[in-house]
């Protein structure tokens, strides 16, 4: 991904943060069209997008619905703790982005868990009990209250870069900040 080879050639740190885009999808998630009627050219943005991560390297499929990330996100802040948030973050990137799946789901977030190597059960009772709900909920109020609206945001020295940019406008932002 962009990210990591911009780490490598300019030695500096990222935070990650989850940030969903439409909390209010409904577990069972919605349909493309039901999410943004007549605002948006589906399949114009499905095709940029497709396009965004050819560039990057990146699988992409043709997907039709949106599924909420909340318990994705939850799972991943213990995953975090577990040392293995890039293998999840790429799986989960996976499912969601490739195969379509409903990440909302309990049941396919422990199907990612197992291809990890990390305890199932253990992150069914994360899952469970809601054990990193507060933690997310503390991290998206910071977000927000730092004004991020979109995703990804790099933030850097009060300047912000928003959505997926040319390597040369990450290169250009960097090159100014650090």
């Given at each position: 991904?962009?990210?990591?080879?911009?780490?490598?050639?300019?030695?500096?740190?990222?935070?990650?943060?989850p940030?969903?885009?439409?909390?209010?999808?409904?577990?069972e998630g919605?349909?493309?069209?039901?999410?943004?009627?007549?605002?948006?050219?589906?399949p114009?943005?499905?095709?940029?997008?497709t396009?965004?991560?050819?560039?990057?390297g990146?699988?992409?499929?043709q997907?039709?619905?949106?599924?909420?990330?909340?318990?994705?996100?939850?799972?991943?802040l213990?995953?975090?703790?577990?040392?293995?948030?890039?293998v999840?973050?790429?799986a989960?990137?996976?499912?969601?982005?490739?195969?379509?799946?409903?990440?909302?789901?309990?049941?396919?977030?422990l199907?990612i868990i197992?291809t990890?190597d990390l305890?199932?059960?253990?992150?069914?009772?994360?899952?469970?009990e809601?054990?990193?709900?507060a933690?997310?909920?503390?991290?998206?109020e910071s977000?927000?209250s730092?004004?991020?609206k979109?995703?990804?945001?790099?933030?850097?020295?009060g300047?912000?870069?928003?959505?997926?940019q040319?390597?040369e406008?990450?290169?250009?932002?960097?090159?100014?900040t650090?």
């Open positions: 991904m962009r990210i990591d080879q911009l780490q490598q050639e300019f030695k500096f740190n990222c935070r990650y943060r940030f969903p885009l439409h909390p209010e999808t409904p577990a919605q349909s493309l069209e039901q999410l943004f009627g007549a605002q948006m050219d589906i114009a943005a499905m095709a940029r997008l396009q965004v991560a050819e560039s990057l990146l699988p992409f499929g997907r039709s619905h949106t599924y909420n990330s909340r318990n994705a996100q939850e799972l991943g213990w995953v975090a703790d577990q040392k293995k948030f890039k999840y973050v790429d989960v990137y996976r499912a969601y982005f490739v195969n379509g799946i409903n990440i909302a789901k309990p049941e396919e977030l199907k197992a990890i305890n199932v059960d253990e992150a069914k009772r994360v899952l469970q809601k054990s990193y709900a933690l997310l909920d503390r991290d998206l977000a927000i730092s004004g991020i979109a995703v990804p945001t790099l933030k850097c020295d300047r912000e870069l928003v959505g997926f040319s390597e406008m990450y290169t250009a932002f960097l090159c100014d650090l």
